[in-house]
């Protein structure tokens, strides 16, 4: 069983930044693919970004390449999202999301835990 723990969002102005940040329970944290996802009102889950075990793959959404960036710190437990040059369209309900397996996905059913979800607000 795996808990995670989303922190970091808040209200920005578009063109600003923001780190999210996924603290993970438990001692298996580096078997774990780790994603971030995101829900806007009225909307379906989205994919963001995600990242191999040992971080040296990722993979983005289209919508956010080149402005956000994710990473982990496997000695930690944590997984982060930079978001950089928002926009009023990322304004959503973030998840880090952790998958038991070696593959990234971006299939929502796939990973097997999920977090509370924190806010991220972005004005124009």
């Known amino acids: 069983q795996v808990q995670l723990v989303e922190a970091g969002g808040g209200l920005v102005e578009a063109g600003g930044s923001l780190r999210l940040s996924c603290a993970a329970s438990g001692r298996t944290f580096s078997t774990y693919v780790m994603g971030w996802f995101r829900q806007a009102p009225g909307q379906e889950r989205e994919f963001v970004a995600a990242?191999?075990?040992?971080?040296?793959?990722?993979y983005y959404a289209d919508s956010v390449k080149n402005r956000f960036t994710i990473s982990r710190d496997n000695a930690k437990n944590t997984v982060y999202l930079q978001m950089n040059s928002l926009k009023a369209e990322d304004t959503a309900v973030y998840y880090c999301?952790?998958?038991?397996?070696?593959?990234?996905?971006?299939?929502?059913?796939?990973?097997?835990?999920w977090g509370q979800g924190t806010q991220v607000t972005i004005s124009s």
């Open positions: 990242i191999s075990l040992t971080g040296n793959s990722t």
């Open positions: 999301a952790a998958r038991r397996s070696v593959v990234i996905t971006i299939t929502p059913p796939l990973y097997n835990y």
